[in-house]
T-cell receptor, first 113, second 112 residues
């Protein structure tokens, strides 16, 4: 089966600019997650979707971050405006009915300068 | 979900067994132990999980102590490609969120 697709692979922006990341989960996976991984740390959950509804967004900095999952398939994570501390790898993962099998994408490495 | 404690780094000689420990002394009865690994520049990859009994698959073996307060991931014949950060996570599968909460993990370096 095809894996979780993410784009772009790398992105460099200046602070205060906006940026968007795209994720296409594995077909049939109802649950989709966005994680932020700062260099040297483990991934931190930002938001979880079940189909096109939000299950948990308690760790999402809502003043600047937003995410949507239209039609319960693809998802977009946006940052506006970006800060230097947003430099990180943004990982998307999906799972089937929330079971053990998380599949992660390769991530988008964001550098804010 | 219960928290885990892992050593920050470990070395292993190529071809030898790599034994990665994890402490989870506050684990609840319905929480499973999961192991993921993250190779450089890739997303985390599922390895194995278990509840009480020891588990084995094509990638690794998982040994869980009888009191379930600690576990060990065993890579029986480590190769250079096993160099990665290994995360031990405890999670209740009946958790409504079913989310994985990652700690700092153990950075395993397999040396020739």
């Amino acid at each position: 089966e095809a894996g979780v697709a993410q784009s772009p692979r790398y992105k460099i922006i200046e602070k205060r600019q906006s940026v968007a990341f795209w994720c296409n989960p594995i077909s049939g996976h109802a649950t989709l997650y966005w994680y932020q991984q700062i260099l040297g740390q483990g991934p931190k959950l930002l938001i979880q979707f079940q189909n096109n509804g939000v299950v948990d967004d308690s760790q999402l900095p809502k003043d600047r971050f937003s995410a949507e999952r239209l039609k319960g398939v693809d998802s977009t994570l946006k940052i506006q405006p970006a800060k230097l501390e947003d430099s990180a790898v943004y990982l998307c993962a999906s799972s089937f009915e929330g079971t053990y099998g998380y599949t992660f994408g390769s991530g988008t490495r964001l550098t804010v300068v | 979900d219960a928290k885990t404690t892992q050593p920050p780094s470990m070395d292993c000689a190529e071809g030898r067994a790599a034994n990665l420990p994890c402490n989870h002394s506050t684990i609840s009865g319905n929480e499973y132990v999961y192991w993921y690994r993250q190779i450089h520049s890739q997303g985390p990859q599922y390895i194995i999980h278990g509840l009480k009994n020891n588990e084995t698959n094509e990638m690794a073996s998982l040994i869980i102590t009888e009191d379930r307060k600690s576990s060990t991931l065993i890579l029986p014949h480590a190769t250079l490609r096993d160099t990665a950060v290994y995360y031990c996570i405890v999670r209740a599968t009946n958790n409504a969120g079913n989310m994985l909460t990652f700690g700092g993990g153990t950075r395993l370096m397999v040396k020739p």
